[in-house]
């Protein structure tokens, strides 16, 4: 029987005939966007929705969403979109709208009130040539260029477990380890983060900015130790702080790219957080930094000395990402070719579940550096694809066609260390998949 699910707010009706699909899966098989940062597994709460209507059409909460629920002292008409399967019509309001509110969700994480001291790296990333850029162009032409910079270089920080804590002007303010986190892993995100705005602007401007023969350039500067972090301000206008010594180094280790000609440097307390030989490092400068009195060694960074599963799959994402219909289309035309029998798993229309799909890749590339995340998401997976029917027999076909469509649509752009990092990733994700592979 088909369900009806009202989207509130947007006066938008869908339909849903597939007991199977959660209201997360109904969100993105018709393309209304629907936030979901663990990739729809129960790990976070950014996918949830208020139900207006039809409460009971629902499936009772599951443990883990009565307890989320409890921690939260939600009212019952609050549930997460990615637990709640439709046996009926339903009426919803989306509660959480754009990746700034996740943002903002991630900054709420640290207590109201006082300040706490906390180990955390800091990011800063200038762009370059910016009083030239606006000088030479229309307003509307500059903020159209700052919002594809922004956009293309805040997902690496997101992607990273860090959040964008603040938009100065040109510049961009990543902050890593305000929920906690070990001092390697801390510093490893942040240089992840920073490895992935290179390569993002790179992509950006040889696709959308390639057109309008402006190419942008950028310096990033990182930096580790213990800031101040917490809501400060006025009693009734606290907004999230982060102040400390660390903070400003950061800055001004961004200001000395300018003067070596660097792409990305760091400070030598990130230098010394990361187990040695991990990173390929050019020059090591030693530069006095305005407001020390000691000089400051700082260190060039080219990117990781071995091939860095994380960053190759975050990289790549985007370009494989262009099109997702087209992947989509590719991937499920070699499964066919492959295993024509594999027809008869999909009841979906291929539209929705080539939706289904790309949505899942790309939270799958989103819960890396959220091992505790990905794991448990990937194997309710398993067990929902065992209910359609999927045997380990198919897990080797999808493979086969996923490495085959990754290959086309990057083109130009696969490596070979590209290809290895997927081909590692989908191996992990099967075996997980199959119950087979548990959390290291």
Partial sequence: MKQKITYAG????????????SLLDISIANQITHLHECGGHGRCTTCRVRILEGINNLNPKNQLEQETSYARKWDPSIRLACQSY????????????????????????????KAEERPIAILFCDLRNYTNLSSNNLNYDI??????????????ILMNNGIIYQYVGDEIIGVFGTTGGTRDKICKDAIRAGLGMHYALTHLNNTELKD????????????????????????????????????????????????TQSKILISKTVYNSIPKDTLEIGETYVKELKGKEEPAELFELLGFKEMDMQLELQASLPIMMENPEE?????????????????????????????????MLGGIIYSLSRPEHLVTGLQRLGENHVKYGVQATHYPVVKEAMLYTI??????????????AW?????FV???????????
């Fill in 423 to 427: 081909n590692s990733a989908l191996d």
């Fill in 10 to 21: 947007i006066n938008r009706v869908v339909e849903n005939d597939d007991d199977m699909n």
């Fill in 212 to 259: 309008l023969d402006i190419k942008l350039d950028s310096g990033i500067g990182i930096n580790f130790g213990k800031a101040y972090i917490g809501h400060l301000g006025h009693p009734t206008h606290k907004q999230f702080s982060v102040i400390g010594d660390p903070v400003n180094v950061a800055s001004r280790i961004q200001e000395q790219t300018k003067v």
């Fill in 86 to 113: 439709p046996k009926g019509d339903v009426t919803l309001q989306r509660l959480i709208w754009s990746m700034g509110e996740v943002n903002q969700l991630q900054k709420e994480l640290s207590p109201i009130g």
């Fill in 143 to 156: 903020a159209f260029l700052l919002n594809k910079f922004y956009t293309a270089l805040g997902d690496p």
């Fill in 327 to 359: 992947f989509a289309s590719i991937f499920y035309e070699k499964v066919f070719e492959i295993d024509p029998e594999a027809k008869s798993l999909f009841r979906n229309n291929m539209t929705d579940q080539g939706r289904l799909l790309t949505h």
């Fill in 407 to 420: 290959n086309k649509t990057l083109g130009e752009s696969n490596t070979e260390k590209c290809m290895t």
């Fill in 430 to 440: 099967m075996e997980v998949m199959k119950g087979k592979e548990t959390p290291s």
